[in-house]
């Protein structure tokens, strides 16, 4: 199994710019989550899904973002604009039941310029 | 409310001590808990979970937890270090949040193990 896929592994854009971020969970998981992690911040889940479904979307921490999961093997996650403070990695996870063991991709590191 | 505290940012060991990461946490009904480590650059890795049965709880690397349910602790556990073991702890929870179940992730405990 290829384990949860990210992409890009890293960005670096500049303020104002939109930027994508995309996952393909592991085949078969029913629950997919996105997750912020920075120095000051620690790990903090944004947002997820089960069945393709969005079920809590509390830890999005403003209108600038939006995820979308429009098939159980692709997720996106939105930044636009983008800003400074939202330089982070961003990682996304996926696990058979939304309580269950969650398997972590690598990461995509945002910087935004 | 529902939580999980790691409350020590930061634990040194020499290399062949054993080590002990600390977690507790504050949850209603059965706990389920977990133990992922993130190495630097990398996503969290699963080490092991607790859901029922046997209070040692044996996992990736060598690791073991010991739940206890009168202390709500599930601390992470190892007889003998090793400098490869050096990186992040989160220890998780499942938890109620605002529209169903989730894990509830600690702020993480950075393992130092010197040689």
Redesign the interface.
């Given at each position: 199994d290829a384990g949860v896929i990210q992409s890009p592994r890293h960005e670096v854009t500049e303020m104002g710019q939109e930027v994508t971020l995309r996952c393909k969970p592991i085949s078969g998981h029913n629950s997919l989550f996105w997750y912020r992690q920075t120095m000051m911040r620690g790990l903090e889940l944004l947002i997820y899904f089960n069945n393709n479904v969005p079920i809590d979307d509390s830890g999005m921490p403003e209108d600038r973002f939006s995820a979308k999961m429009p098939n159980a093997s692709f997720s996106t996650l939105k930044i636009q604009p983008s800003e400074p403070r939202d330089s982070a990695v961003y990682f996304c996870a996926s696990s058979l039941a939304r309580w269950d063991t969650q398997y972590f991709g690598p990461g995509t590191r945002l910087t935004v310029l | 409310a529902q939580s999980v505290a790691q409350p020590e940012d930061q634990v040194n060991v020499a290399e062949g001590n054993p080590l002990t990461v600390k977690c507790t946490y504050s949850v209603s009904g059965n706990p389920?808990l977990?133990w992922?480590v993130q190495y630097p650059n990398?996503?969290?890795?699963?080490l092991l979970?607790y859901i029922t049965g046997d209070n040692l709880v044996k996992g990736s690397y060598g690791f073991e937890a010991e739940f206890n349910k009168s202390q709500t602790s599930f601390h992470l556990k190892k007889p003998s270090a090793l400098v490869s073991d050096s990186a992040l702890y989160?220890c998780a929870v499942?938890g109620f949040?605002?529209?169903?179940?989730?894990?509830i992730?600690g702020?993480?405990t950075t393992l130092s193990v010197s040689s």
């Open positions: - | 389920y977990f992922y990398r996503g969290l890795q699963f979970k989160f499942r949040r605002q529209a169903g179940t989730a894990l992730f702020k993480g």
